[in-house]
């Protein structure tokens, strides 16, 4: 007797999820939603989000009753299945100065700024690794952040003064644009 209730392809491969790994992925997603609604407009532009995700983020700012925002903190975990959650998590990261992603480039942009002052074969180094920066303007930043410290600068740690923040910063950016 065969038994036509049940039409099963081998060839396929069924990944069954349980209820609770699906509520458990639903919440991660909507926790993640959450992350993204406390952002500034300004970081919010860095995460790679849909056009539909970003209007329900604009919209539940608007939001303030609590079961209103709930509800559509649920819609905002709904529409996160259909975005690269990887791409988004890795942004997140990198504005969360505890994150791991964060630190290591600080880290990087540190020791970057460190070698620009301290030698100047690091800029040929630089503009080799970032052949798009503007030469004229970095080459008088550094210059600048080089007048503010002390002169056996090998021996003492890089003084933070305004240039080399400035110095820093330009570092920073170049580095989160070329990854």
Request: negative net charge.
């Given at each position: ?23 458990q ?33 604009d ?14 903190l ?7 299945r ?19 992603v ?51 600068i ?26």
């Open positions: 007797m065969s038994d036509h209730n049940h039409d099963y392809n081998d060839d396929q491969d069924i990944e069954w999820v349980s209820k609770t790994q699906m509520k992925e639903m919440h991660r997603l909507q926790a993640i939603g959450e992350r993204l609604l406390t952002l500034r407009a300004d970081q919010l532009a860095t995460v790679p989000t849909s056009e539909t995700l970003q209007a329900a983020i919209e539940s700012r608007r939001i303030t009753q609590n079961e209103a925002r709930r509800r559509h649920q819609y905002i975990g709904k529409l996160m259909d975005e690269d959650i990887d791409g988004i998590q890795l942004a997140l990261d990198r504005l969360d100065p505890s994150s791991e964060f630190l290591r480039e600080q880290n990087q942009a540190e020791q970057w700024r460190s070698r620009l002052l301290r030698d100047s074969d690091a800029e040929a180094a630089w503009f080799e690794q970032f052949p798009e920066t503007e030469r004229q303007a970095f080459r008088a930043l550094v210059r600048a952040a080089r007048k503010e410290q002390p002169e056996d090998d021996d003492a740690p890089v003084r933070a003064g305004k240039q080399s923040k400035r110095l820093l910063k330009w570092i920073r950016e170049s580095l989160s644009e070329q990854s």
